[in-house]
């Protein structure tokens, strides 16, 4: 098998494990296979965009999203660890505030798959972090919404010891019960 597809407690939010051929060279997988990827969770995402970040040791992206050319994500930290979080924000979802993480590292070498009416974020937990993602729309500025970080009617546990390091979008980000979310 390529790849295993792990359930989340967000029913559409799957891990992606992949099948490592390693040796004392090192080693070979499949980062993305369509075909595997329609049979093992029956979603066929069209990706139309690669982004590429490098963030260091306490930065916290997110929780983004793009409320019209809404986003389906496959998201992968190739380079140290990262705490990825994801938040179900569709407001008709019996998940609509709940929220799933998952550890993501070159080790590991886990993906998450996103669908479009989620926020997502991470934090990162190594020295530094390179974080790769490929998206099922293009990125639009005058779309894209921040749902604040830390929440309490979200709760999210990001494990941090202090204050992470934001951006100044991310510090302004809403509040869920004020954010236009999906219907």
């Not at 179900?88 to 479009?116: C, M, Y």
Request: aromatic fraction near 10%.
């Amino acid at each position: 098998m390529i790849m295993q597809i792990v359930p989340t407690s967000l029913p559409d939010v799957l891990v992606v494990e992949p099948k490592v051929f390693g040796d004392d060279r090192g080693y070979f997988y499949e980062s993305f296979n369509a075909r595997k990827f329609l049979e093992l969770t029956g979603v066929a995402p069209d990706f139309v965009q690669d982004n590429h970040s490098r963030s260091v040791r306490g930065v916290l992206r997110g929780l983004h999203y793009q409320i019209r050319h809404a986003q389906g994500k496959l998201v992968r930290a190739s380079v140290g660890e990262v705490l990825d979080v994801v938040v179900d924000i569709r407001r008709s979802s019996p998940g609509f505030g709940k929220w799933t993480s998952v550890h993501l590292s070159a080790e590991n070498k886990r993906q998450v798959w996103i669908p479009p009416g989620f926020a997502h974020g991470f934090v990162v937990l190594s020295e530094a972090a390179e974080f790769q993602y490929k998206t099922t729309d293009y990125w639009m500025p005058e779309h894209e919404r921040c749902i604040l970080w830390n929440d309490p009617a979200i709760g999210i546990d990001w494990g941090l010891a202090g204050e992470p390091t934001l951006s100044p979008k991310d510090k302004l980000g809403a509040l869920l019960a004020d954010a236009e979310v999906y219907a």
